[in-house]
């Protein structure tokens, strides 16, 4: 069962996808999912070559972002930036929880020149806390 949650009017966040949830996310006109879950993490979730291939198979396209224990860096928020500026149509971005999505976009989103309070308010109308990260949001922002 999906439990996709809206950041923006392009934006979902989602925990793990099973393979039936890309059927929804396909109803819902999502062009690009990306995954945000190291391959491995749970041996028994489907990993990203399955959900790659539903969504191409649903024609969607697919990218990987992983966030592994060692948090954000750079290169993912660029990432997650050129994600978000080549979809086309609204993207699903998922992890184990949605937390780690929500905070790879909010970094993307600060980067981008999104004020840190709306970045924070808009992550919490979805269920989620950016306070962890938010340091890195200000900096971010702030550039």
Same mark, same amino acid.
């Given at each position: 069962m999906s439990d996709f949650r809206q950041l923006t009017e392009n934006v979902l966040v989602s925990p793990q996808l099973a393979l039936e949830?890309?059927?929804?996310?396909?109803? !819902?006109?999502v062009g690009l999912i990306v995954n945000n879950r190291p391959d491995g993490e749970e041996p028994s979730a489907p990993q990203?070559?399955?959900i790659a291939a539903a969504a191409a198979a649903a024609?969607?396209?697919y990218v990987a972002i992983p966030i592994g224990h060692s948090g954000f860096s750079e290169p993912q928020v660029n990432a997650m930036i050129d994600? !978000?500026?080549q979809a086309e149509g609204p993207i699903l971005a998922y992890c184990r929880s949605g937390t780690r999505s929500t905070l790879l976009w909010a !970094?993307?989103?600060?980067k981008q020149g999104?004020?840190?309070d709306d970045i924070a308010r808009t992550a919490a109308r979805a269920g989620y806390d950016v306070s962890p990260i938010r340091a890195m949001i200000d900096m971010l922002a702030a550039r």
């Open positions: 949830d890309i059927a929804a996310a396909a109803a !819902l006109g990203g070559d399955e024609g969607m396209n994600a !978000l500026e !970094l993307a989103a600060a999104v004020e840190p």
